[in-house]
């Protein structure tokens, strides 16, 4: 059983910053991506940032430049730090982790719960 958990969501104003947290546990052999995504209401979801074991880099136009993600293979944790948060960054982020049981195994992926963001203007 995987469990992918997020935390460190919130309420923060305007230009503020805030951290999120997400760790993958349970059986798991390797990770290939860690990611964040987010939806508001009304739309779909989309690409926030995500890293790949190697430690690429991808992030979504609308974040780039003041939303930094860093990982720990180590501990299969992922880390998405927020600066300059606009009210349009209010959203439920979700954590993703693109993993494998065992050596040889498939890549699935696993989601977290959501946790909320939201900047008030």
């Known amino acids: 059983q995987v469990r992918v958990v997020e935390s460190g969501g919130g309420v923060v104003q305007a230009g503020g910053s805030l951290r999120l947290s997400c760790a993958a546990s349970?059986?798991?052999?390797?990770?290939?991506?860690m990611g964040w995504y987010r939806q508001a209401p009304g739309k779909q979801r989309e690409l926030v940032a995500s890293i790949i074991s190697g430690g690429s880099t991808t992030y979504g136009d609308s974040v780039k430049g003041r939303f930094s993600i860093s990982r720990d293979n180590a501990k299969n944790t992922v880390t998405l730090q927020m600066n300059s948060l606009k009210p349009e960054d209010t959203a439920v982020y979700y954590c993703?982790?693109?993993?494998?049981?065992?050596?040889?195994?498939?890549?699935?992926?696993?989601w977290g719960q959501g946790t909320q963001v939201t900047v008030s203007s």
């Open positions: 993703n982790a693109v993993l494998a049981y065992y050596s040889g195994g498939a890549y699935r992926n696993y």
């Open positions: 349970g059986s798991i052999f390797s990770i290939h991506v």
